[in-house]
């Protein structure tokens, strides 16, 4: 018989149609896919991350009755710096877990066109590490998923969950781009 923390390690979990329709033009971008070249933690790459950010960000603001769209996106988007921070100084100098939040709202409002919550939501993910707070519900839920993401990458918990969801998302970006 499974203890309890086998059985959440290996839980898998189904991806709602109506999140890839939300994300679907942010995931088939070569730009966004292209995050999978960089590791973020463990053997976790950051396309992965960002997308369990991003999905359980969505899940736990329809929950709370915020804007699940918002924080699709936003999560989606909010490591999009594109480069490896275990190896690579930021671009523009300074440390990485302050300025790296900047530098992806810039790359990402370089391409798409943001909200000023999906703006926010990627600006403030560092908080408390950067100085400004979370002003919406949104930001402090991604702000707070990116910590459990991080932590469950790092001492390997919810496995099978994460895994199956960024499987999920990439095969579905796979498959609606010409990109393999
Ligand atoms: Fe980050
Ligand atoms: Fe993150």
Redesign the pocket.
Known sequence: MQSNTERKNTERIAVVPEYLEIIDDLITHPKVLSMSNYI?HSDCTTLD??IC?SYFSYLSAIKAGGNGRACARGGLL??MYLYDWHRTKPPRGGLHGFVHPLIAAETAAGIFDLTELEKEIILV?MWPLTLRPPMSKEALIVSMT?KY??AAEIFRLDYEKRRTVAETVIAYAKEHTDLQ
């Open positions: 973020q991350h960002c950010v909010h490591d993910h990116d993401c991080a």
